[in-house]
């Protein structure tokens, strides 16, 4: 059977990648994800304010007098809010490229232009084969409209992408009002692969505590159907790669990614749940149930139900909206 596959200008074994995720802080843990045979690792992010935060904090060391007002030094997060420093992010991928035989895909997330922007060439000599750019944006703004915001994103991706030689992909979230023109526009500036979707994880409130509430939630299989979705809207019709990400935890849910247009499928929570072992299982899964269905390669498989090719493409619309509203029936 065979399972190769083409993501963001990289050649894989077969399609299912590790996804961003903290288990590429330990290094044993990333070698039983290579052992559990991963297609590919991808790095958790190097964000925007951390870089942003540790150049402050090495200005202030400098010119401890540059601080104008009392709020400038808790204006980013502390460094010690994240588990790897910029110098610590890259020596960490260096030392992953250095163990393991697959593609090492590093990752930046941030929302403007500027010089932290430099990062991505820097991982490109740190060994880097591809570059996720997440475009995690809670716009909060009442001024800044939707195209000013798609404009940035689209400015970043320009970036980055006449920035360095090897291919970028950009992990989107599903917001958008027009989500697939946005997404080829992404593919014009340079983008060779799009992930569908980075999770908006929710605060919550303590109302005894008057607090705000972090809470770090896992993907559910739920968190699926919105990926089917736009995987099948956007593949055969975008001219890029595309991946999924959130809510696989088994072979059939990344056989239905799989038959939506994903080239790929990106699994994070079912490896923080069950160890990175359970790729191996999901790979197992996979090739099972493309043989029992009598199937000759991955690419047969690929888009056989995107919008292009489904038998009916109306599920996928407004159609479809209307049509399980009218299902519901008292029992």
Not at 204 to 226: F, H, M, Q, Y
Not at 298 to 306: E, K
Not at 312 to 331: G, K, T
């Amino acid at each position: 059977m065979d399972l190769t596959t083409r993501y963001c200008g990289l050649n894989l074994a077969h399609p299912l990648v590790a996804g961003a995720s903290p288990l590429v802080d330990d290094l044993e843990l990333v070698d039983r994800l290579a052992e559990a045979g991963a297609a590919a690792i991808v790095m958790h992010s190097l964000f925007e304010e951390q870089i942003r935060g540790e150049a402050l904090a090495r200005e202030r060391f400098h010119d401890a007098h540059a601080l104008s007002h009392a709020e400038a030094g808790t204006y980013l997060p502390s460094p010690d809010a994240f588990r790897l420093g910029p110098d610590e992010y890259l020596e960490r991928l260096r030392q992953i490229k250095a163990r393991v035989d697959v593609p090492v895909i590093g990752s930046l997330n941030g929302t403007t232009t500027g010089t932290w922007l430099a990062h991505a060439r820097w991982m490109e000599a740190a060994g880097a084969d591809a570059l996720e750019l997440n475009l995690y944006d809670l716009v909060t703004d009442l001024d800044l409209s939707s195209q000013s915001v798609e404009e940035r994103a689209r400015q970043v991706v320009r970036e980055v992408c006449a920035s360095v030689r090897i291919p970028v992909a950009v992990k989107l979230s599903p917001f958008y009002t027009a989500l697939p023109r946005f997404a080829a526009s992404l593919v014009d500036a340079g983008a060779q692969g799009l992930v569908l979707f980075n999770r908006f994880y929710q605060a919550d409130i303590d109302p005894e505590a008057l607090e705000v509430v972090r809470t770090l939630r896992l993907s559910e299989r739920g968190e699926l159907l919105l990926r089917l979705r736009w995987l099948a809207v956007l593949s055969g019709r975008v001219p890029t790669t595309l991946a999924a990400s959130g809510g696989v935890h088994d072979a059939l849910d990344a056989v239905k990614a799989l038959m939506a247009g994903a080239h790929c499928v990106q699994l994070v929570s079912c490896l923080l749940r069950q160890g990175p072992e359970h790729l191996a299982t999901v790979r197992e899964g996979l090739l099972r149930w493309l043989e029992e269905h009598e199937y000759e390669s991955l690419a047969q498989l690929r888009g056989s139900m995107d919008l292009t090719r489904c038998p009916d493409p109306r599920a996928f619309e407004r159609a479809n909206y209307v049509q399980i509203l009218q299902s519901w029936r008292a029992e």
